[in-house]
């Protein structure tokens, strides 16, 4: 298989199966501004699909075993997912071959070019300029609108 046609079944499993998010999460007593996190991830009941996307692109499998309290026809779930910078990577590699969510690939990457802007050496727990948590915060709405 080659390299492309490898990014093309994984654009097909994030199309149909997948989610890009940008996730807000608030200021805390460590963190003077609000924090926001990207991620490319994949939930499915079938593991092989997920072990690809590892393979081709990185990432983790997290499982998430049926319930004891659940029916049986319930089934044992797992997650494929990459944050931050790789989410960033993986959005830029399968672009081209995304169908339906190429515009939250396309929010994702300019979030990440924004962070990547506005990086400041030993930045952790920083705060952040209103105009930057604002920026931000109208990325992570878009993407809202966009998964909605």
Known sequence: ???????????????????????????????????????????????????????HLGGSITAYPRHKDLPAHYKDRWQWRVWSKNAGYVAGQLLPFLVLKSPQARNLLAFRRLVERSKVKGGTGRCLPATEIARREALSQKMRRLNA
């Open 1 to 55: 298989m080659t390299r492309n046609e490898a990014l093309s079944y994984c654009a097909g499993l994030i199309d149909g199966e997948g989610s890009l998010c940008i996730t807000k999460r608030d200021a805390v007593r460590t963190r003077k501004s609000p924090y926001y996190e990207v991620s490319v991830s994949v939930l499915m009941t079938k593991l092989r699909p997920l072990q690809f996307l590892r393979r």
